[in-house]
């Protein structure tokens, strides 16, 4: 029996060693390669977003575009703005009448109402050596957010004497931007005599790192021209404490022997002021305050009894409402 048994395995591992024994030094292990799982195309192009599209290819330096991935084409679509609906839903529920003006006060409220104010930006007593002084300057204007009616006066005199100059604007302004408003209109002087009617235009705004100016250009009846530039910024040092320096150059085209003003640049003036806002729209002040005449309108000056430059401490209040 155990003979049998034996001849029996002998035969059938002899009938397997062709279909399964191999020469191991003969076989390509090159060409062996992993099996893969099969994905159906339609599950791959759902987990690949990008399937189908072409690589892009490494970005030259020397491309100021490099990275941006160039248009398929040159005939481009160019974007349609929708048109204003005039069909409204609501008017299925409401008398359209009163959805009209319900629409109507809405752009009112967002944009399209008239505003106003009235600044004194600086309403100030002057000390310096000789007589004491004052001087104001203020502007008052109404409209919306791109056009305004302003009106400014600024002007200047000695205490207990008389009024040294003195001048009102009337002025269109218009904005061009978010941060900058041209204006024109006409100015005239009370002060000094004779007096001078100007038109004017100009721009002004606010500038990068918050320094606000203005450049005006005059020409007067009697054909004289003149250029107005100010600046200042305002330096929070807390909340309601602020340092204001300011600035002012005037230049003139020609010699006005009648007024005291020399051709070129005629006289500038600068000034430091420290205010403390009680509330927004009221801050008294005290500061320094330096004026200097050049060229010919020093010697006028001069020839008139006055100095061709002064220095005064000054105090007064900056209100709006």
Request: without cysteine; negative net charge.
């Amino acid at each position: 029996m155990k003979r049998l048994i034996t001849a029996t395995a002998l035969l059938l591992a002899s009938a397997a060693v062709p279909a399964f024994a191999q020469d191991h030094g003969q076989m390509d292990h090159g060409a062996h390669q992993m099996p893969q799982a099969e994905v159906a195309p339609a599950a791959t192009e759902t987990a690949d977003p990008h399937a189908g599209h072409a690589a892009p290819t490494p970005a030259d330096p020397a491309d100021p575009h490099a990275g941006h991935a160039a248009p398929a084409s040159n005939d481009v679509p160019k974007g349609i703005a929708p048109a204003i609906p005039t069909d409204h839903a609501a008017e299925a529920f409401y008398d359209p009448t009163t959805m009209a003006r319900a629409r109507a006060a809405m752009r009112q409220e967002s944009g399209g109402m008239t505003f106003s104010q009235l600044m004194i930006d600086r309403l100030e007593y002057r000390a310096q050596k000789g007589s004491d002084g004052y001087h104001w300057e203020g502007e008052g204007w109404i409209g919306g957010d791109i056009d305004r009616l302003a009106v400014k006066s600024e002007g200047e005199g000695a205490v207990g004497g008389p009024l040294e100059s003195a001048e009102v604007q009337a002025l269109y302004s218009r904005a061009i931007d978010p941060w900058w408003n041209l204006v024109a209109g006409v100015r005239q002087d009370f002060r000094p005599q004779p007096r001078r009617t100007y038109a004017t235009i100009g721009i002004e705004g606010l500038a990068p790192y918050w320094f606000e100016v203005e450049a005006q250009a005059f020409l007067s009846n009697k054909g004289d021209a003149h250029l107005r530039l100010e600046g200042s910024y305002d330096q929070r040092i807390t909340q309601r404490l602020v340092l204001q320096p300011a600035a002012e150059v005037n230049v003139a085209a020609q010699d006005v022997p009648d007024l005291g003003i020399g051709s070129g640049l005629s006289n500038v003036e600068l000034g430091l002021r420290l205010r403390y806002e009680f509330a927004r729209e009221f801050a008294p002040y005290i500061g320094v305050n330096w004026e200097r005449r050049f060229g010919d309108t020093a010697r006028y000056a001069r020839a008139a009894g006055e100095g061709a430059s002064a220095t005064s401490l000054v105090m007064g209040i900056r209100f709006w409402f």
